[in-house]
């Protein structure tokens, strides 16, 4: 039996327009990619994002009746792809019927402690990984400003974007949005290094605090009332157990309410978020777990594990960490 897949396949509902499932498949395809995986990927739906997957990583749409490994965004390509290789499926939420886990992958990945406790209460078990950021291209390209003078919205309704507009204008500072519904923008890492604070949540808040920006988890969705955790600097532990969706606290902001959250900036914080980033949300960490995972189908033998990182791994730098993290555990 295989430790370490050579074929992967990527496999994602729908690849047609922004959202966070496409952007992590993407940025899942380009570290695998660069890491020397044998990469291709699926979708029913094909669009601007699976463009971008082939145009900027070099990735094709499925070619071959067989792969190593399969990681799969949703139960719809679970059931499609079953016959095609070992299925790891990524849960990224508790709401959306695409979300559910399905009986036919052979090992679930929940990105949270949310998630995984709804995947214990269907009687299936789950390993942890939260969704990777690209920290190359996310990360501090702007400095901060010193007192707030912009706020950004990653928020994706009309109504959440008003409170936050009147909250900003109330503290004298600008106010800028991005909704993927509305006014869709690929390069979001240059939007948010604009501001000097962002309001969103999940992986947008995820982006953000990679760029080295303070954060505040609000928003309203279509399934969810709006909620949000506030300001998160010290309630970051606790966000994070729920995707920083807002439903830890589920507190319901009014506009004073979210006034007062934004007042909590300080130029510091951005430091802080960008280290939790680097620590935490690394996709090279999160790729990793997900090999690790496969592997852990029989006993792992760490001898091979460091001559796959010497023969697989690119990247001289890469290579060395961790052909060095392989010869510390194995003692060679």
Same mark, same amino acid.
């Given at each position: ?17 922004l ?62 792809l079953?016959?095609?290789g ?15 886990p /399905?009986? #036919? ?7 949270? &402690? +949310?998630?995984? !406790?709804?995947?214990?209460? $269907? ?22 400003q ?43 890492e ?31 969705? /279509?399934? #969810? ?7 998160? &600097? +010290?309630?970051? !532990?606790?966000?994070?157990? $729920? ?17 007062a ?68 555990e194995?003692?060679?």
């Open positions: 039996m295989k430790k370490y897949p050579r074929s992967i396949l990527v496999a994602t509902n729908h690849l047609k327009d959202g966070g499932s496409e952007t992590f498949a993407y940025t899942l395809i380009g570290e695998l990619k660069r890491l020397g995986f044998e990469v291709e990927y699926f979708t029913f739906y094909k669009g601007l994002v699976s463009d971008k997957i082939e145009n900027d990583l070099g990735a094709g749409f499925m070619s071959k009746k067989k792969y190593d490994l399969i990681l799969a965004n949703h139960n719809s390509c679970v059931k499609y079953v016959n095609r070992f299925i790891i499926q990524t849960c990224h939420g508790v709401f959306p019927e695409l979300e559910q /399905s009986s #036919y992958a052979h090992k679930h990945v929940a990105i949270s &402690k +949310e998630v995984q !406790e709804h995947l214990q209460h $269907k009687h299936i078990k789950s390993k942890i990984i939260l969704n990777g950021i690209n920290l190359e291209r996310f990360k501090a390209a702007v400095p901060l010193s007192e707030l003078k912009t706020v950004l919205s990653l928020c994706h309704s009309d109504e959440a974007n008003q409170m936050i507009a009147a909250s900003a204008r109330e503290l004298g500072a600008a106010f800028i949005y991005l909704n993927k519904y509305e006014n869709p923008g690929w390069n979001v240059q939007l948010i290094n604009q501001a000097d604070l962002v309001v969103g949540v999940g992986r947008s808040a995820y982006e953000a605090m990679a760029c080295g920006r303070p954060v505040v988890i609000f928003d309203s969705r /279509s399934y #969810y009332p709006a909620c949000g955790d506030g300001y998160v &600097k +010290e309630i970051l !532990e606790e966000s994070i157990l $729920k995707n920083c969706s807002g439903r830890y606290y589920g507190h319901s902001f009014t506009i004073p309410a979210l006034t959250e934004l007042k909590k900036f300080k130029k510091e914080d951005g430091a802080f978020f960008r280290e939790f980033a680097l620590k935490n949300l690394n996709i090279t960490n999160s790729v990793l777990e997900y090999i690790r995972y496969f592997g852990e189908r029989q006993p792992l033998s760490l001898k091979r594990g460091w001559l796959w990182a010497k023969r697989l791994i690119k990247g001289p730098a890469l290579r060395k960490r961790m052909i060095k993290r392989y010869e510390l194995a003692g060679i």
